[in-house]
T-cell receptor, first 113, second 112 residues
Framework: SQQGEEDPQALSIQEGENATMNCSYKTSINNLQWYRQNSGRGLVHLILIRSNEREKHSGRLRVTLDTSKKSSSLLITASRAADTASYFCATDEDRDSSYKLIFGSGTRLLVRP | DGGITQSPKYLFRKEGQNVTLSCEQNLNHDAMYWYRQDPGQGLRLIYYSQIVNDFQKGDIAEGYSVSREKKESFPLTVTSAQKNPTAFYLC???????????FGPGTRLTVL
């Protein structure tokens, strides 16, 4: 099952602009994580936000979480060509202690030099 | 990609053959996971293991099997019963008491 759905599916911006990606999910969660995947590679963890947090920052990344709307957003500021990748949200459901992650279908970001 | 290795990077299989994908980690993580990724899609969980000698089915376990005889190793066998095995396979591990998963570089399996 896929819980998280990202929006937009694809995003093309100019270097230096900000990129915003959104994620919606269906059930209650313990936390929501964002991962990055370069083409043909494994995923790299970017940031984790817990269900009792509303905003978190890490370098040029800003993540917000709205549990009432079951949605999250990832903002990348001052984007660089090296930020070109696919970005996935993943939720750790609140149902049990299995620590399974459910991934969305991803946003493909292209940053044009 | 951290301390997780997957081999081989590319794998070609004829229909009707079983193949085994390797996943090894030196992070001393207790939990390990196998995911499948189809083009343009997110990851779907195949199997996961939270301790040695124990594992659970994920969302798409049919046609796959795993073993967890050692903490460091979690091999995945794609059997001939898997109807559409061509995909990118990712292994991940997690330390108990944390929520972050660390991923290997992946194995791309193609059925000829």
């Amino acid at each position: 099952s896929q819980q998280g759905e990202e929006d937009p599916q694809a995003l093309s911006i100019q270097e230096g602009e900000n990129a915003t990606m959104n994620c919606s999910y269906k059930t209650s969660i313990n936390n929501l994580q964002w991962y990055r995947q370069n083409s043909g590679r494994g995923l790299v963890h970017l940031i984790l936000i817990r269900s009792n947090e509303r905003e978190k920052h890490s370098g040029r990344l800003r993540v917000t979480l709205d549990t009432s709307k079951k949605s999250s957003s990832l903002l990348i500021t001052a984007s660089r060509a090296a930020d070109t990748a696919s970005y996935f949200c993943a939720t750790d459901e609140d149902r049990d202690s299995s620590y399974k992650l459910i991934f969305g279908s991803g946003t493909r970001l292209l940053v044009r030099p | 990609d951290g301390g997780i290795t997957q081999s081989p990077k590319y794998l070609f299989r004829k229909e009707g053959q079983n193949v085994t994908l390797s996943c090894e980690q030196n992070l001393n993580h207790d939990a390990m996971y196998w995911y499948r990724q189809d083009p343009g899609q997110g990851l779907r969980l195949i199997y996961y293991s939270q301790i040695v000698n124990d594992f659970q089915k994920g969302d798409i376990a049919e046609g796959y099997s795993v073993s967890r005889e050692k903490k460091e190793s979690f091999p995945l066998t794609v059997t001939s019963a898997q109807k559409n095995p061509t995909a990118f396979y990712l292994c991940a591990s997690r330390r108990v008491s944390t929520d972050t998963q660390y991923f290997g570089p992946g194995t791309r399996l193609t059925v000829l």
